[in-house]
């Protein structure tokens, strides 16, 4: 285990923190769903959701065998941290 994990203690904030950036509403059809405060009284974004699922759905899932399951009517939401590579692999999928 890494000494930063060790030193850490259950609470505390992660050592790689990545705010929401707001070009990525855009770049990956996302909205926001819930926004607060923060201690410099400055607005921070803590949840967001994808608009391709909410409005196309998700796409349905083909197995190797030819076989299909059904689409799920479920929306992905977002939460901190929010990074790049997690918009990314969601749009792919």
């Given at each position: 285990m890494s000494e930063l994990a060790k030193s850490r203690k259950k609470g505390d904030t992660p050592s790689r923190r990545s705010p929401f950036k707001r070009?990525?509403?855009l770049?990956?059809?996302l909205e926001i769903t819930q926004s607060g405060m923060d201690s410099q009284?400055?607005?921070?974004v803590?949840?967001?959701r994808c608009l391709f699922c909410m409005h196309l759905g998700r796409d349905s899932v083909e197995?190797?065998?030819g076989r299909k399951h059904q689409r799920t009517q479920n929306v992905k939401y977002f939460s901190p941290p929010f990074r790049k590579e997690?918009?990314?692999?969601?749009?792919?999928s």
């Open positions: 070009e990525h509403l770049m990956f059809g009284h400055v607005s921070t803590t949840a967001v197995l190797v065998d997690n918009f990314t692999a969601h749009v792919k």
